[in-house]
């Protein structure tokens, strides 16, 4: 039976190239972006979202539960980065930041996981990134918007798992995306030699880390941060 997914930020980047994953294994993909759909399939269905927004957030999750029945697995993707000293950092900038990666994710996570429980089964995969690890210079508050994301994934495993939903999160390294084009390309490259496998990573090796999470013989494995490249704590 093909599984149900909800995607967000899937108009570009690794949200693009996941939604492409699944549906090209039979899956029915939903994605979501703010953005105008790029992707044109027949078990694809667009939404015009935006994950700070409340309102819609809602109304989205309400209209894919009345439309398919259930939700299988969600992939909170959306996320926005900014590399800036911590004290020329805008405050604007700091709350679009939070609002994006922590709140959207929070959002789209509580809206769905009330379907998951009714349902009693379900995955949920958020996304942090190395820098929390690493404590990367510049990009204080975009890590700790991602170190909020792991702290919620791990308290919403254990909210959770008594329903049979599984709460997980991964941490990639830099992948040539949008996020990472405006980084100088010094900073990339010591960043780099910080792991263990000294190179970009790819929308593959994230969509491995996500197949496994969400694997019916993981419903053992949640509550777990898993970082790439051979990054750790």
């Known amino acids: 039976m093909s599984r149900i997914f909800f995607i967000t930020g899937t108009s570009k980047g690794l949200g693009k190239a996941l939604s492409e994953h699944y549906l090209s294994l039979g899956d029915t993909v939903v994605g979501c972006s703010r953005s105008e759909?790029?992707?044109?399939?027949?078990n694809?269905?667009?939404?015009?979202?935006?994950?700070?927004?409340?309102?819609q957030v809602v109304g989205a999750i309400r209209e894919v539960k009345q439309r398919f029945g259930r939700i299988d697995?969600?992939?909170?993707?959306?996320?926005?980065?900014?590399m800036n000293h911590?004290?020329?950092t805008p405050f604007a900038k700091a709350r679009e930041i939070f609002a994006t990666n922590f709140l959207g994710?929070?959002?789209?996570?509580r809206e769905i996981s009330k379907v998951m429980v009714r349902q009693r089964h379900g995955r949920i995969i958020n996304f942090s990134t190395v820098a929390v690890a690493l404590n990367?210079?510049?990009?204080?508050?975009?890590?700790a918007s991602k170190a909020a994301i792991e702290s919620l994934t791990r308290i919403a495993a254990k909210e959770l798992g008594d329903f049979n939903i599984t709460v997980n999160a991964v941490g990639p390294t830099p992948i040539e995306t949008d996020l990472i084009r405006n980084v100088p390309k010094d900073k990339i490259a010591a960043l780099l030699q910080r792991q263990a496998v000294k190179r970009f990573g790819t929308a593959s090796d994230l969509s491995n880390v996500i197949d496994f999470f969400i694997r019916e013989e993981s419903a053992f494995v949640t509550g777990q941060v898993l970082y790439l490249g051979g990054v750790s704590h």
């Open 73 to 82: 697995v969600l992939i909170n993707n959306a996320g926005i980065a900014s």
């Open 105 to 109: 994710s929070f959002l789209c996570l």
């Open 37 to 42: 759909p790029t992707i044109v399939r027949e």
């Open 44 to 55: 694809y269905l667009h939404m015009a979202v935006n994950v700070t927004d409340e309102a």
């Open 136 to 143: 990367l210079e510049g990009e204080a508050v975009y890590a």
């Open 86 to 88: 911590l004290t020329m």
